[in-house]
């Protein structure tokens, strides 16, 4: 059973979490997107709240209501999405990104909505600029926290990417599992650490994964600021 107040043991703490899809638009009608259905950032912000942070969520384009209590900012772009964490992390002490950033746009995006043609297209894609990297680039006393999907070798892949991207652990999650992940409201984790530890969590609802997502990220912040 929930208490009626949970413990506050996040007061005094500014938490910032990134959620759902970006939006990269080809032309006015037409984007590069994914399923991200905005749920388990959603969990985490509202987790944060709950225990007493300040929190800023930055939401992609999600079908799910502003959470009260705390401030949302809605981006659509990677680059929008960037900027807004960018800038609400510089007052932060903890940085969750669950955001599915596309990892590409546009190279030359069409002010024109683009006619069909006979026969075949290609886009050229560029890059878009790898948000938690950055952040781990500039992280002063922040905890960071990443998600990685994966469809095999999942924890060598998620351990090279907290140690290149500098987070503090990456929940790991596979796309194959129902009622997880995508769009679900469970979900499987493994906690894996730039060292390659980690540690695999039961199937839990994505709130209480949450709530376990920042006691982990409390542990590391009480570590670094003793
Ligand atoms: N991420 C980010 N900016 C990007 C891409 C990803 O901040 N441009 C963040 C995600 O929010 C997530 C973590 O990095 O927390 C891992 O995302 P993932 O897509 O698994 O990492 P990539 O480096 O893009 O690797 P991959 O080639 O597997 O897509
Ligand atoms: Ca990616």
Known sequence: TRLLRPLQDLAGLRVVVSAGPTREYLDPVRFISNPSSGKMGFAVAEAARDRGAQVTLVSGPVTLPDPHGLST?????????RD????AAQQADLVIMTAAVADYRAAQPSGEKQAKVAGE???QLTPNP??????GQHKGGRVLVGFAMETHAGVERAAAKAQRKNADFILLNYPTQEGTAFGGDDNQVTLVRPDGGHEAWPRL???EVAERLLTEALRVHA???P
């Open 84 to 87: 807004a964490v960018l800038e």
């Open 73 to 81: 900012v809605h981006i659509g772009s990677a680059l929008e999405l």
């Open 130 to 135: 790898d948000i938690l990297a950055e952040l």
């Open 205 to 207: 609802s994505k709130r």
């Open 223 to 225: 570590e670094r600021h």
């Open 121 to 123: 297209v290609s886009i």
